[in-house]
T-cell receptor, first 115, second 116 residues
C-alpha cells in the first residue's frame, strides 16, 4: 500500500533559523508528492507539489525536491518567520487525473517559530 | 470565487444521535473527497464522490457512515448512531474534472464533531 512517514515534532525554532522537515514515502505506482500547511483553526492549504522525479516544488520560500532514489520529499526553508508556525503535512497521490484528490497523508509536524 | 465551504464548523452530538456534515465544493468542481482527522493523527481518506456517484469508498467504515453528492446541492457525510470514537475533524476537498492542470485538491476548513 501507500504510506508517508514524517519527521516527528513538534519542531521549535527561532526566527530566521533554517528549517528541514523530513518526509519519506512508499507507494504502489508513480506518486505525485505534496506539502500541505494547516494554520490554527483552518483547513489545509497546498504549499507546494512535485509530480515527477527530480522536480523541485517551491512556494513562499519553502522548497522540496522529489527524490525517487531515496523515496523522499523533504521540506526546507532557509529563514523561517513567526508566521510560518503551523502544522505541515506531507502527502502523496497515485494515479493522476482526479486521483490527485485521493491523498495519503503523513501524521503532520507541528512547527513553532519564536521571535 | 468562494472556496470549499463546510458547515457546520462545530457540531456537538450525544451518543446515538445522527450527524450530518455538509460540503459545497468550489465553483466548477465536480469531485469531492472526505477525510477524517482523529486527534494527534494525520488525515485519513474516507470517500471520493462525483455528482450522483460514489467512486471510491475504500476508507469508509462499513457501518453507520454514508456519503452522497446529489445532482443539486452539497455533498453530505452522514454518521448514524454516533459514538465517542467518531469525535474528530472531518475535512472535505474538491477538485475539477479531468483536464490539463488538474493537480490540486482544495480543502475546506473542516467540521469538528464532538460526541458527548
Amino acid at each position: 500500500g501507500n504510506s508517508v512517514t514524517q519527521m516527528e515534532g513538534p519542531v521549535t525554532l527561532s526566527e530566521e533559523a533554517f528549517l528541514t522537515i523530513n518526509c519519506t514515502y512508499t507507494a504502489t505506482g508513480y506518486p505525485s508528492l505534496f506539502w500541505y500547511v494547516q494554520y490554527p483553526g483552518e483547513g489545509l492549504q497546498l504549499l507546494l507539489k512535485a509530480t515527477k522525479a527530480d522536480d523541485k516544488g517551491s512556494n513562499k520560500g519553502f522548497e522540496a525536491t522529489y527524490r525517487k532514489e531515496t523515496t523522499s520529499f523533504h521540506l526546507e526553508k532557509g529563514s523561517v518567520q513567526v508566521s510560518d508556525s503551523a502544522v505541515y503535512f506531507c502527502a502523496l497521490s497515485v494515479g493522476g487525473g482526479t486521483s490527485y484528490g485521493k491523498l495519503t497523508f503523513g501524521q503532520g509536524t507541528i512547527l513553532t517559530v519564536h521571535p | 470565487n468562494a472556496g470549499v465551504m463546510q458547515n457546520p464548523r462545530h457540531l456537538v452530538r450525544r451518543r446515538g444521535q445522527e450527524a450530518r456534515l455538509r460540503c459545497s465544493p468550489m465553483k466548477g468542481h465536480s469531485h469531492v473527497y472526505w477525510y477524517r482527522q482523529l486527534p494527534e493523527e494525520g488525515l485519513k481518506f474516507m470517500v471520493y464522490l462525483q455528482k450522483e456517484n460514489i467512486i471510491d469508498e475504500s476508507g469508509m467504515p462499513k457501518e453507520r457512515f454514508s456519503a452522497e453528492f446529489p445532482k443539486e446541492g452539497p455533498s453530505i457525510l452522514r454518521i448514524q448512531q454516533v459514538v465517542r470514537g467518531d469525535s474528530a475533524a472531518y475535512f472535505c476537498a474538491s477538485s475539477p474534472g479531468q483536464g490539463l492542470g488538474n493537480t490540486e485538491a482544495f480543502f475546506g476548513q473542516g467540521t469538528r464533531l464532538t460526541v458527548v
